[in-house]
């Protein structure tokens, strides 16, 4: 049998922290090889939050939206002692943020980050979001509810999921004189309309055309246009800005419900470049094994391969999620788990503390908190509190101490929790 290949790491997941982890370590000229379910990505609605509220602390409390997120860390690491922020640098999360972005950028992505305030922009429910880098195709509508500026909501006939009406109904007592159009998608047969079979029409510029044409009419006085995210699968900037041409007025993206266009332009970037930055991705594969005896390396087996692969790393990043990306799991009435090495999970002491009493209840339940414990360098910490081994790190939202959908901090743990493990590991080698 030949001898696994070797690689410096071994990046076990490819939700946003595993695959920002791979930008990062293939920048720094670390061999990566990398395995997970692709899919995850897909469901994250495009924007990359650093801090969006602040939980609840007492009964009764509702939660407190942040305008300014580096602000406010210090006050949520006196109530989250815990939280995976506590372990960084605010520079660390902004010098983070800039590198993904660049690497987006120039993959024809561009985002733009808020500096010291999160953007408030509309979501498909018709409420507002803060968030603190959003994609460009998003701004225009930031800015111009900011201004209050006369604006219309586009609607596409057969659409589930988006409504124009919503939208405006909701958002009007924040952004009064918003209007509404419906059209139909020129080229479509009729019936249901999927956002990611709009974005692909919409890369022919016929295409771009003919709806510009059929939307025309229908604008009144509106400003700025603002339509469900489907302007074009791959450089979105550039359809938008023929679409800009087209009507004469500034176009925005609202982010439709997961999976979205925002979140799949995100996984066939990832996808589509980390090879050609020679990385071994395993798409829709998982990757397993032993943890190794202090000082040897990990050997690894892409599972679901048809011909049995096995890998050798002098590292690995554990990035394998919770509960949606499998990181964790728990059979009914038993601990949860880490599913990859059987790591120690911090968790409620058993399922009874597992939730409040109401679901709603804005301090979050415990369950949401649960996770790995890590030392200062994210090296997961074993029974006996010390590293289980000293090659193994661990990023984003496996990691314990943090409520990622209440404190509205999900992409911020994952991009900048996976830049300082690369950083300090390929210091480390
Ligand atoms: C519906 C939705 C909407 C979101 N909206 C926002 C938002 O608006 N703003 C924001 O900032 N964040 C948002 N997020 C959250 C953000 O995307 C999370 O921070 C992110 O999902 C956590 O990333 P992760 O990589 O840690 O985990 P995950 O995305 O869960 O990825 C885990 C990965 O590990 C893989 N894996 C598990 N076990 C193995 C194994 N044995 N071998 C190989 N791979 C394995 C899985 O296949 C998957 O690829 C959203 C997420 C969801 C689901």
Same mark, same amino acid.
């Given at each position: 049998?030949?001898?696994? @290949? ?11 922290? =595993? ?12 061999? !990566? ?12 609605? =495009? ?23 580096? +602000? ?7 109530? +989250? ?121 919409? #890369? &022919? ?31 979105? =900037? ?5 679409? +800009? ?32 930055? %020679? &990385? ?26 048809? !011909? #049995? ?17 499998? /990181?964790?799991? /728990? ?6 788990? #880490? ?9 409620? @002491? ?13 301090? %979050? ?24 081994? @000293? ?20 992409? %911020? ?17």
């Amino acid at each position: 049998m030949s001898q696994p @290949e070797r690689y410096d790491l071994a990046v076990i997941g490819t939700g946003l922290a =595993g695959m920002a982890a791979a930008v990062f370590a293939s920048s720094r000229g670390l061999r !990566v090889v990398q395995a997970g379910s692709t899919g995850a990505i897909s469901y994250t609605s =495009g924007v990359f939050d650093v801090l969006g509220a602040l939980p609840a602390t007492r009964e009764g409390q509702p939660a407190r939206p942040v305008e300014r997120p580096f +602000e406010a860390l210090p006050e949520l690491l006196r109530d +989250e002692p815990g939280h995976p922020y506590a372990l960084l640098d605010p520079e660390d999360i902004r010098l983070a943020f800039h590198e993904l972005m660049d690497f987006l950028r120039g993959a024809g992505l561009p985002y733009r980050a808020g500096g010291e305030r999160n953007f408030l922009l509309p979501t498909p429910a018709g409420t507002l979001k803060h968030s603190w880098c959003v994609p460009e195709t998003a701004l225009p509508g930031c800015e111009a509810l900011a201004q209050g500026a006369p604006a219309c909501i586009v609607a596409i006939e057969g659409m589930k999921g988006f409504s124009a009406r919503q939208v405006a109904v909701n958002l009007a007592p924040h952004w009064p004189g918003l209007t509404t159009a419906r059209v139909a998608m020129p080229g479509h047969p009729g019936g249901e309309v999927y956002p990611e079979q709009v974005a692909r029409m919409l #890369e &022919v510029p016929a295409a771009r055309k003919a709806l510009a044409e059929a939307l025309a009419p229908l604008l009144g006085q509106a400003r700025v246009v603002g339509l469900p995210a489907v302007l074009g699968m791959h450089r979105p =900037g550039d359809v938008a800005a023929d679409m +800009e041409r087209l009507l004469g007025r500034p176009v925005f993206e609202i982010p439709t419900m997961p999976p979205g266009v925002p979140g799949i332009r995100l996984k066939e970037t990832f996808e589509g470049l980390l090879p050609g930055r %020679g &990385v071994a991705l395993f798409c829709q594969q998982k990757m397993v094994g032993p943890l190794p005896a202090p000082g040897e390396p990990f050997r690894l087996r892409v599972a679901g391969q048809p !011909v #049995e692969h096995h890998v050798l790393a002098d590292r690995a990043l554990l990035c394998s999620g919770r509960f949606l990306g499998g /990181g964790l799991g /728990g059979l009914r009435g038993r601990p949860l788990t #880490e599913t990859v090495f059987g790591l120690p999970v911090a968790q409620p @002491e058993d399922r009874a503390q597992w939730y409040r009493q109401d679901y709603l209840d804005p301090r %979050g339940h415990a369950v949401h908190r649960a996770g790995l414990r890590v030392d200062a360098a994210l090296r997961p910490l074993g029974r006996d509190g010390a590293p289980a081994h @000293e090659g193994l790190y661990a990023a984003g939202s496996i990691l314990a101490g943090q409520d990622w959908i209440r404190m509205k901090c999900g992409a %911020g743990v994952a991009i900048a929790t996976a830049f300082k493990a690369v950083t300090t590991l390929a210091g480390a080698r």
